[in-house]
């Protein structure tokens, strides 16, 4: 059995996995996201083997539902589980930490492979794959800030900074934790982690999937 967390706000439900930061889909309804979370099986596991675990999902059960909020509802997770506020032991810590690299170095990937222009939605919208890229380094950085990692902003393109940033996130996230937020105001370990790599994770597959 494999847990699942259900976040439901608006018309979004968000199926999440907390074993596997990043695994995460966000759908109309409970069904309809987890669903989406066994079809995207394959593409996670590209994520587990690059951070040396073996991913095998078996039967996917709904363990807990969350009532979201106004992020939720703009398809953003944003509520903690009640397994999140628990501690997290160095070994946990760095095996999320792993996936966590291991989605970045994907996006490196992904961003100097796939083209630059990307295919447009049914209305014309959506950003190409440089654009792609800047966001999700600045969100990063604003991330970063909840668990005290604070960083100027700097160029897409700037290789070092972007490794100092990530370094000291890595550094941070890879400790033992008491399951209390990292800073006053911010997030624990176990909720940074997930929403990190839920955003790197999403925009890789939205870069793939939008290829022209």
Same mark, same amino acid.
């Given at each position: 059995?494999?847990?699942?967390?259900?976040?439901?706000?608006? #018309?979004?439900?968000? +199926?999440?996995?907390?074993?596997? @930061?990043?695994?995460?889909?966000?759908?109309?309804?409970?069904?309809?996201? *987890?669903?989406?979370?066994?079809?995207?099986?394959?593409?996670?596991?590209?994520? +587990?083997?690059?951070?040396?675990?073996?991913?095998?999902?078996?039967?996917? %059960?709904?363990? !807990?539902?969350? @009532?979201?909020?106004?992020?939720?509802?703009?398809? %953003?997770?944003?509520?903690?589980?009640? +397994?999140?506020?628990?501690?997290?032991?160095?070994?946990?810590?760095?095996? =999320?930490?792993?996936?966590?690299?291991?989605?970045?170095?994907?996006?490196?990937? *992904?961003?100097?492979?796939?083209?630059? !222009?990307?295919?447009?939605?049914?209305?014309?919208?959506?950003?190409?794959?440089? $654009?792609?890229?800047?966001?999700?380094?600045?969100?990063?950085?604003?991330?970063?800030?909840?668990?005290? %990692?604070? =960083?100027?902003?700097?160029?897409?393109?700037? #290789?070092?900074?972007? #490794?100092?940033?990530?370094?000291?996130?890595?550094? %941070?996230?890879? #400790?033992?934790?008491?399951? $209390?937020?990292? *800073?006053?105001?911010?997030?624990?370990?176990?909720? +940074? *982690?997930?929403?990190?790599?839920? =955003?790197?994770?999403? =925009?890789?597959? $939205?870069?793939?999937?939008?290829?022209?």
């Amino acid at each position: 059995m494999t847990d699942i967390f259900v976040e439901l706000g608006g #018309k979004k439900a968000i +199926a999440w996995s907390l074993e596997w @930061p990043g695994w995460c889909r966000i759908r109309r309804n409970e069904q309809e996201a *987890v669903q989406a979370l066994i079809e995207t099986e394959a593409r996670y596991q590209l994520i +587990a083997q690059r951070a040396g675990l073996d991913f095998a999902p078996d039967d996917l %059960v709904v363990v !807990e539902r969350l @009532p979201g909020d106004a992020n939720t509802a703009w398809g %953003v997770p944003s509520v903690l589980a009640s +397994a999140e506020t628990r501690p997290i032991d160095a070994t946990t810590a760095q095996r =999320h930490v792993a996936l966590l690299r291991a989605s970045w170095d994907r996006l490196e990937e *992904v961003v100097a492979t796939e083209p630059s !222009e990307l295919r447009k939605g049914p209305r014309g919208g959506g950003r190409d794959r440089d $654009e792609i890229w800047r966001h999700v380094i600045e969100a990063e950085r604003a991330y970063a800030r909840k668990i005290w %990692v604070r =960083h100027k902003p700097f160029e897409i393109n700037d #290789k070092s900074a972007l #490794k100092a940033m990530r370094e000291e996130i890595a550094a %941070v996230l890879s #400790k033992l934790s008491t399951g $209390e937020p990292l *800073v006053s105001g911010g997030w624990n370990a176990s909720y +940074a *982690v997930r929403r990190m790599a839920w =955003h790197v994770v999403d =925009h890789i597959w $939205e870069i793939e999937d939008r290829r022209s």
